[in-house]
Nanobody, 118 residues
């Protein structure tokens, strides 16, 4: 099992930036992909971005492409999501997930709230 703890959420004005962190423990992450998802009130959880730990290949949802960057720090076993040019529609609880390659996400953090005021 991988334990995940998110941090870095908060209240920010539209156009501002935030960096979310996801600290992982319990397993080495080679062989995993790490993802960020978000869930707004009344909506389903949606994919935001992911990174293959070993190859560092990244993938983004169209809604955040060009405004967000996912990265990882192997020494700290941490994944980051840098979000710029934030919009009110980015308001959501952001979750970090871990999945073995070719499998569904099965480990989740507790989430961190991001609120963008217009």
């Amino acid at each position: 099992q991988v334990q995940l703890v998110e941090s870095g959420g908060g209240l920010v004005q539209a156009g501002g930036s935030l960096r979310l962190s996801c600290a992982a423990s319990g397993r080495t992450l080679s062989g995993y992909r790490m993802g960020w998802f978000r869930q707004a009130p009344g909506k389903e959880r949606e994919f935001v971005a992911s990174i293959n730990w070993r190859s560092s290949n990244t993938y983004y949802a169209d809604s955040v492409k060009g405004r967000s960057t996912i990265s990882r720090d192997s020494a700290k076993n941490t994944v980051y999501l840098q979000m710029n040019s934030l919009k009110s529609e980015d308001t959501a609880v952001y979750y970090c997930g871990a999945a073995l390659l070719n499998r569904e996400y099965s480990n989740w953090g507790q989430g961190t709230q991001v609120t963008v005021s217009s």
